[in-house]
């Protein structure tokens, strides 16, 4: 079952949208998450005693799923909604299904730490990736012909004219970028400076914007005042490139740029101007339209659009609970930062998911879950270190008085 988990979550992590690697119709995303189904249900037969909350946890997130995207799935078909409309919106959120097989492959400590550090080195080799790729396109060692041809018919890629791209994938470079500032050694610096380089020339403004507020956030909550200092102007130089000088360097990319920001505005006002009372509470349910597109950018507008504020309650769940774990661990503890860096990454991908639909996609939402198990992992052992301590404490002032 182990090898099962890294190689789920090493596809995750690197494989972007999921259909890099294709037999057919079927994708490698696909073959696994099979197979995690498969392997969620030996391990809810052979799991431990112990980590019966964890489990039952999991499979009530997993009930709770299928009862408020049911209920979008049924009003979608009351509508007469179109059959492949309908599986196209349920099919993407089904990685809940996999939260009873994350929660207990991630009851252990040792397996939370080692999963951190994949994640980081994923964010480093989608890095070092990204900006050979760059430099061969403005050095004209890669032809941008038929570099664009091989990674345009993959569905993962877009061009920001001929010199930079952006990839799916690159959602782990942002969350790389939260693990590696509590690496404690000089290669995790240097994985820092790559990433946030990389990520710069994505030319990507959401993601600037997600990984800057939630590095600022977090330095700022744990008081590290030079480190927000240094961030902040990070944030400012690079804010300049993305929105200013890069932009200039690559022909056709501020109309391609303009064309988006209207898309968004015109998907809101179209909601605006068609919403009710039942759209609200309950959505349009699955398979309906927002300005006549199925699917947008922003995920909290296309959940309430579909599912109404049942929707938006549900999906918001596991950030709240998120800040529940992280709270509950000890600032004293070991893996006080690493809890850290888990709950920032979350707020990461909320925010970014505001103009990026990766919340509702494997992508986004397999890091959730991985995320929000890791913390009440975390959460548990440091109670557990905690009461340890208390009891040791008291066991030495009694051994004092009696002496």
């Known amino acids: 079952m182990r090898v099962l988990y890294t190689l789920t979550i090493l596809e995750l992590f690197l494989g972007g949208g999921g259909r890099l690697i294709e037999f057919g119709p079927v994708t490698l995303r696909m073959v696994l998450f099979v197979l995690c189904i498969c392997g969620s249900m030996a391990l809810l037969l052979f799991h431990k005693k112990g980590d019966g909350d964890t489990v039952l946890f999991s499979l009530g997130l997993s009930v709770v799923y299928l009862l408020v995207h049911g209920l979008g799935f049924f ?75 091989a990674l345009d018919s993959t569905s993962e890629f877009f061009f920001r004219g001929e010199n930079f791209f952006f990839y799916k994938g690159f959602l782990y470079l942002a969350i790389s970028s939260v693990f590696l500032l509590h690496m404690k050694n000089r290669w995790s610096n240097v994985g820092l400076i790559l990433v946030v380089v990389a990520l710069t020339l994505t030319l990507t403004r959401g993601f600037v914007i997600s990984t800057a507020a939630s590095i600022l956030f977090m330095l700022f909550g744990l008081r590290r005042w030079k480190a927000l200092a240094v961030a902040l102007l990070l944030t400012l130089v690079s804010g300049f490139f993305v929105w200013f000088y890069l932009p200039g360097t690559s022909a056709g990319f501020s109309e ?104 509702n996609n494997p992508i986004g939402l397999s890091f959730v879950l991985i995320s929000l198990f890791s913390l009440r992992t975390l959460a548990k052992n440091s109670n557990s270190r905690q009461s340890a301590r208390e009891l040791a404490a008291r066991f030495d002032k009694a051994s004092v008085a009696i002496l």
């Open 75 to 149: 009003n979608g078909a009351v509508r007469r909604a179109d059959w492949a409309d309908l599986l196209n919106d349920a099919q993407p959120s089904l990685y809940w299904m996999l939260a009873p097989f994350f929660a207990i492959m991630l009851s252990s400590v040792s397996v939370v730490r080692s999963t951190a550090t994949m994640l980081s080195l994923s964010g480093v080799m989608l890095a070092l990736m990204y900006l050979i790729s760059v430099a061969g396109l403005w050095s004209g060692i890669l032809e941008f012909d038929k570099f664009y041809q």
């Open 256 to 359: 391609q740029r303009e064309v988006s920001n209207n898309v968004r505005l015109d998907d809101l006002s179209f909601m605006l101007e068609n919403v009710n009372f039942s759209t609200l509470l309950l959505g349009e349910g699955f398979g309906s339209y927002i300005n006549e597109r199925l699917n947008i950018e922003n995920s909290f507008l296309w959940i309430g659009w579909k599912l109404g504020l049942v929707g938006l309650v549900f999906w918001l769940f596991p950030l709240v609970m998120s800040y529940v774990y992280y709270r509950r661990i000890n600032k004293k503890d070991l893996d006080y930062h690493l809890g850290c860096a888990f709950f920032y990454s979350i707020f990461l991908v909320y925010i970014q998911t505001g103009s990026n639909p990766f919340l």
